[in-house]
Structures are given as structure tokens and as C-alpha cells.
């Protein structure tokens, strides 16, 4: 009993603006109701084809990558809680139509402008877990957001399927009011973070303001810019859990393979939800790249197993393993960028990380479709065991030469 009080003590004493950037995640996250159902609104109520609705859930993966290093610009420029506020509540108002009009065209324009909002706040929400909280509390902190949400996100789908399939209006109805929700919390709670606690707190010599624009301060951060590329091939790997894995599942279970692949994700959402304050506790203090070089050895047990084993037990097993290594990366990203980046420039770096992390997703479905094409899918798991030992040896010579 002791040692379970002792772990969920890593989240007690976090300043008050924290645990309100957590309920307003949990909040929001709960009530992303359209998102997830994007593609099934596209298809079934829209009535668009396949083709044309996979061009469209490409583009919200395109049209978040400006929108994040836009959003990362203002949130520097105009201040974190601001750039939060307007683009949340432009994201929420732009679903609104959605419920009251059933013209085709205006509905998806107004899911791609939610969209752009969605992307242009969130490097603002982790610039100001980096501007609330000292160095060695920011995995703490940046643990307690992602566990927000998942939190959110395993609930949020049950009641988003029963407004799909009864009441579709409230789909987009209950998404705007969540966030406007989470709006007012973050609005009467938490102070502007980047004027007053960047400019009085500036704990590590990296975090020092730069008078240089934020392309050239990139550029004489060179240890940056290789986590930045080696952070690729993380994303390259983990993209796989959505796009591999499941051919996989389906080459393993025939006709169950989608039902057994759920399963499987839900298995990941839970060992988040369960493992987070756990893995958090014994790895906080640990250097955030000694985090990554686990999760890269995770990555390799976890994912190298699929291609080995055709057990669903040892399917789960795998599943845990892997969900480890999406922990530690989640939590160590936010740490290592904010740790390394000028506090002027925060949000503009957290953009760029994000921006590496889609390029990785892009890259890994794009090459992956390749690979198995030319190769098949049973070798493919080697290559992603391989992918994932050279991003582990890269973090590891990277925190060589970072020193403490």
C-alpha cells in the first residue's frame, strides 16, 4: 500500500495551473467525438466515396503540419494561453455548422478549418507545461497531460458511437461545447505562463532568451536538430501499430483479424491509462534521452514480436511491451525540447518536433505499403526491429555527448 501511495505521489505538488491543464485535456479529449468518426461521417453520412474520403483524412495530416508551426509562432509571439484560447475556440465554432447544415461541401470545409485550429493550439499547451514547471518536474507534468489524454480518449468514444449512430447533430454539438469547457477552465485559472514564468524563471542555460530568429537558433542547437531526425524514425516505427499491424492481424486471424486488432488497441489504451503513473515514477528522474533509448529497446521487443508469434496472449503481451515505449517517448519528448530550447521559443520548437513526428507517420505508412509490396509483410517486423535498435544506439551516443 505504501509503495502504491509513494507513486501516485509523483503527481502531488505540481503548481494548481497543471492540474488544470489536466482536467482540461481529460474535458476536451472526452468530447473529441467527430474526429475518430471522420472517416465513417465522410462515407456513410456525407455520402463521399472511399477514394476521395482517404484523400481527405490525408489532408488533416497535411493540414496540421503548417497549422502547428504557425501555432508554435504565435504562441511565442502573442503568448501561450492566448494562442490556446482563440484557436480553441475557433476549432469548437467551426464544428457548429456541422450540426445544423447538410451540404457536403461546406461541412468538410468546416472539419478542415477545425482541423487547422486543432493543430495550431497544441504547441502552445505543451510550451506552457514547459513555462509552469522546473526541469525535473517536467516529465512529471508532460506524463500527467498524456495520461489526461488517454483518460479521455478511451471514454470519449462509447458516447461519440451512440450520437453517430442516434443523434448525429449532438456529435458536433457536444465537441464544441467540451472545448469551449475547457476554454473557460484555462481561461479563469492559469495566468499568461510565457510573460511571467519564462521571463522569471530560466532554470537551465539552453532556456536562456535568443535574440536570433528561431531557424537560426535551431541551427546552433545541433543536438536538437539529430533528436529531431532520430525522433523520425520513432514515429516511422510506432506508425506501424496502425498501419502493419493490422494487415498482420488479418494475415494471422483471417475474418477475426479486425475484431482481434481492436482488442489490441484497446489493450494499448488501458496500459496507458494503468502504467503511466508507474512508469513515470521509476523514470522521472532519469535523463529524458536514457527514457528514449528504452523506449527505442521496447520498441524492438514489442514490435519485433508481432512478425514471430501468432498467439493473441502473446499478441497482448506484445502490445504492453511496445505501449511501454510510446510512454517513455511521449514523456521525454516535451522534456528533452522544452530542456533544449530557448524559452522565448518554446512553442516554435515543440511545432517542429511535431512537424518530425508527421513527417515520420507519412513516411512510415508511405514506405511500409512499399516495402510489403515488393518484400511481403512477415520480413517487415525484422526491419522495424532493426529501425528500432539504431534509433536506441543514436539516442544513446546522443546522451554521451549531452553530459549530465
Not at 144 to 150: A, R, V
Request: glycine share 8%; hydrophobic share 50%.
Amino acid at each position: 500500500m505504501l509503495t502504491k501511495l509513494n507513486i501516485f505521489k509523483a503527481y502531488k505538488g505540481l503548481p494548481k495551473s497543471m492540474y488544470i491543464l489536466f482536467i482540461a485535456q481529460v474535458i476536451n479529449r472526452f468530447g473529441d467525438f467527430v474526429m475518430p468518426f471522420l472517416t465513417l461521417y465522410l462515407t456513410v453520412k456525407v455520402g463521399l466515396s472511399t477514394e476521395f474520403t482517404g484523400f481527405l483524412v490525408m489532408l488533416t495530416s497535411i493540414i496540421n503540419m503548417p497549422a502547428s508551426l504557425l501555432g508554435g509562432y504565435a504562441a511565442d509571439k502573442f503568448g501561450r494561453k492566448k494562442t490556446y484560447l482563440y484557436a480553441q475556440g475557433a476549432a469548437a465554432l467551426a464544428l457548429v455548422p456541422c450540426a445544423f447544415l447538410s451540404n457536403a461541401y461546406i461541412n468538410v470545409g468546416c472539419l478542415m478549418v477545425s482541423t487547422f485550429f486543432g493543430g495550431f493550439l497544441r504547441p502552445a499547451m505543451d510550451a506552457m507545461v514547459a513555462d509552469i514547471l522546473p526541469p525535473e518536474k517536467r516529465q512529471t507534468g508532460y506524463a500527467l497531460e498524456y495520461l489526461g489524454i488517454n483518460i479521455g480518449v478511451a471514454l470519449g468514444p462509447l458516447l461519440a458511437g451512440m450520437l453517430f449512430k442516434r443523434m448525429l447533430p449532438l456529435l458536433f454539438i457536444g465537441d464544441a461545447i467540451t472545448s469551449f469547457i475547457a476554454v473557460f477552465l484555462v481561461a479563469t485559472n492559469i495566468e499568461e505562463t510565457s510573460t511571467i514564468q519564462s521571463a522569471k524563471k530560466v532554470y537551465l542555460e539552453t532556456e536562456k532568451e535568443e535574440k536570433k530568429n528561431a531557424f537560426l537558433a535551431l541551427l546552433e542547437r545541433p543536438k536538437l536538430l539529430v533528436f529531431f531526425l532520430v525522433y523520425i524514425i520513432f514515429s516511422i516505427i510506432y506508425t506501424q501499430h496502425r498501419f502493419s499491424l493490422p494487415l498482420t492481424m488479418n494475415d494471422i486471424f483471417g475474418d477475426d483479424g479486425t475484431q482481434k486488432f481492436s482488442l489490441l488497441m484497446s489493450t494499448n489504451a488501458f496500459t496507458v491509462i494503468g502504467l503511466t503513473v508507474f512508469i513515470t515514477s521509476f523514470t522521472s528522474k532519469l535523463h529524458p534521452l536514457a527514457n528514449m533509448v528504452l523506449a527505442g529497446i521496447t520498441y524492438a521487443i514489442g514490435f519485433g514480436m508481432v512478425g514471430y508469434v501468432d498467439s493473441m496472449l502473446l499478441l497482448i503481451v506484445s502490445t504492453v511491451i511496445w505501449t511501454i515505449g510510446e510512454i517513455l517517448v511521449t514523456t521525454s519528448f516535451g522534456v528533452y525540447v522544452a530542456n533544449n530550447s530557448p524559452s522565448n521559443y518554446r512553442a516554435t520548437f515543440n511545432a517542429i518536433g511535431s512537424i518530425s513526428w508527421s513527417v515520420g507517420s507519412a513516411a512510415g505508412t508511405y514506405l511500409a505499403g512499399l516495402y510489403i509490396k515488393q518484400f511481403g509483410l512477415s520480413s517487415l517486423w525484422n526491419v522495424v526491429i532493426l529501425l528500432s535498435l539504431i534509433a536506441s544506439v543514436m539516442m544513446g551516443m546522443l546522451r554521451r555527448r549531452s553530459g549530465k
